[in-house]
């Protein structure tokens, strides 16, 4: 995949009213957060987005795609399925490429691109992530964070990382897509 023009984001929640307050959004409205949504992560037609899980809250409807016309004008839209894009079948009408987990090689850096950042591989030398909202910019190799894991009696888990790992949600990075340079200068500049 040619690195340039090639952009990142997470966590958008579409539609979802409530992640305004669950992550302080600063935002009034679900419109108002959708259009600034739909603002930042609109690219050009050379660019690639690589969303990184929880394109939207809840299912998509065809009526919905309308709105998200936007996104079919890029290069190319890679979606990296979240906990909360249930409606497989639409979100391939707006994305190019679905996938649970994916790898990337940029300049010899290999990439392991993950919705839930506990889900990962470790076999990469990076990780780009989502699910995680604001709690956290980026873990080291060795650090850990806590999170109830669904399905299990919500039993708290621990997970200790194996590689460096930044969390690309949109409340961390402006609401906007980033280019992959600004992620791996934060990559060089966190492992010194």
């Known amino acids: ?86 409606s497989i079948t639409n979100l391939k009408l707006l994305f190019d490429e679905l996938y649970k987990n994916h790898y990337i090689n940029y300049k010899g850096i290999k990439i392991e691109l993950i919705h839930h950042p506990d889900l990962q591989n470790g076999d990469a030398d990076l990780t780009l992530c989502g699910h995680v909202h604001n709690n956290w910019l980026y873990k080291l190799p060795g650090e850990s964070y806590e999170f109830l894991r669904k399905g299990r009696g919500f039993d708290k888990e621990r997970y200790v990382f194996k590689v460096p790992t930044i969390n690309l949600g949109v409340e961390l990075w402006n609401y906007k897509a980033i280019p992959i340079e600004k992620i791996i200068s934060l990559y060089y500049k966190i492992r010194e």
């Open 1 to 86: 995949m040619s690195s340039s023009n090639l952009y990142f984001t997470a966590d958008t929640h579409f539609f979802h009213e409530n992640i305004i307050k669950y992550t302080k959004r600063p935002f009034f409205s679900v419109e108002e957060m959708n259009l600034t949504l739909k603002n930042g992560i609109s690219l050009t037609n050379q660019d690639t987005l690589i969303h990184l899980g929880d394109f939207i809250h809840k299912k998509l409807t065809f009526v919905e795609l309308e709105y998200f016309n936007f996104i079919k004008k890029h290069k190319k839209n890679i979606l990296i399925i979240g906990n909360h894009d249930k």
